[in-house]
């Protein structure tokens, strides 16, 4: 019998190291990993290795040269920096290689059956990753290389990415842009916000016309308007899709505690998008869901979220207690989502 849920991860990945003053750090994934050992649940959950990502494989998502260049980099003795946001040291192009593998291995994992979710604890993060630059914290598009793996080994016709940190994911987007077997959705805060890309009008190309769908938030939105949003938007797109895999860009920068991002959502609204796409996964692909760690970076916000979305994982009425609560659904709530919602589905009908 298959367990319902895991978690990839090894320790090397708190090697890659950023640099006292960088926001993402390896306390991002230690104070994860405390909080995890704490819950009686999540404690119980398997942990899994991750295996290294094929350079033959990687450079179908990236550019050789791109990828020749974090290698040179990172032989420097203290590495150096990619842009002004993105600093690599002298372990970073191998740990790099693990976050993507560990995507990889989640996909095989749960294609052959022995897992129906599992959340890869990588770092560094990806979805900022295009063809041929790394910016914006990521190294490699982890989440772009598991759908391109999925699709490339066991044959996939239409993976979904759910890309949900309030960032959102050019890179993902740039790689995708004319394909349909990979539908792409984000909802993250609107331009000019950065990576100030994710126009609604920016549905794709060629092939990929419609398959690319942004979904531009104003800051402040909350978890009710979230709620909305998956309810009408995100769930009638994939029952029209039919996904055969589900990948979900899990960042957590959307909470309210967040320093970069400006929006209002908890830690229970988070358990809540996890249960949906939970709903969606089980529906269309034997509750196929395979979610990958981006941004957030506020430690508490940030665990105890990852810590929502694995017990929402495990079982979907599983409750969890936010203890990070500091105001009322009502208080949070700020903007009225009905004509944005009418203006989404004129775009894509």
């Known amino acids: 019998m298959r367990s319902p849920v895991g978690v990839i991860y090894t320790p090397e990945y708190l090697r890659h190291e950023t640099g006292p003053f960088h926001r993402e750090t390896p306390q991002r994934l230690q104070a994860i990993l405390k909080t995890l050992s704490e819950d009686e649940v999540a404690r119980d959950i398997p942990w899994l290795e991750p295996r290294r990502a094929p350079l033959s494989m990687l450079s179908s998502i990236h550019q ?97 990415i759910l890309d949900w940190d309030v960032h959102h994911g050019n890179g993902t987007e740039s790689i995708f842009y004319d394909r349909s077997d990979v539908l792409y959705v984000s909802l993250h805060r609107e331009p000019p916000f950065w990576p100030n890309s994710g126009y609604l009008g920016d549905i794709g190309i060629q092939s990929g016309k419609g398959y690319n769908i ?70 269309h692909c034997d509750g196929r869901i395979v979610a990958t760690l981006e941004g957030g970076y506020d430690l508490k916000a940030l665990s105890y979220s990852v810590l929502a979305t694995l017990r929402a994982f495990l079982d979907p009425e599983l409750f969890t207690f936010d203890p990070l609560v500091s105001v009322t659904d009502e208080e949070r709530s700020g903007w009225d989502v009905e004509p944005f919602i009418t203006q989404v589905n004129t775009v894509f009908s």
Not at 100 to 125: E, H, I, N, Q, S
Request: proline share 5%; glycine share 8%.
């Open 214 to 283: 942004n979904i531009p938030l104003p800051a402040g939105t909350s978890d009710r308007e979230y709620e909305i949003l998956f309810d009408r938007i995100i769930s009638p797109i994939a029952d029209r899709y039919q996904p055969e895999l589900i990948l979900i860009s899990a960042g957590y920068d959307a909470h309210e505690r967040d320093p970069l991002g400006g929006m209002n959502v908890s830690v229970t609204g988070f358990r809540n998008w996890a249960r949906k796409m939970v709903a969606i996964a089980e529906k």
């Open 64 to 160: 050789r040269e791109m990828i020749q260049a974090i290698a040179r980099l990172a032989k420097e003795p203290d590495g150096g920096w990619i842009d002004s946001d993105t600093r690599i040291c002298p372990q970073s192009y191998e740990i790099a290689l693990l976050a993507a593998g560990g995507a990889m291995t989640a996909v095989d994992w749960v294609m052959k059956g022995d897992y129906r979710r599992l959340f890869t604890l990588a770092r560094p993060p990806g979805h900022h990753a295009t063809k041929h630059r790394s910016m914006g914290f990521c190294l490699f598009n982890n989440i772009a290389f598991a759908a391109e793996h999925a699709i490339a080994r066991y044959g996939l016709k239409r993976v979904m």
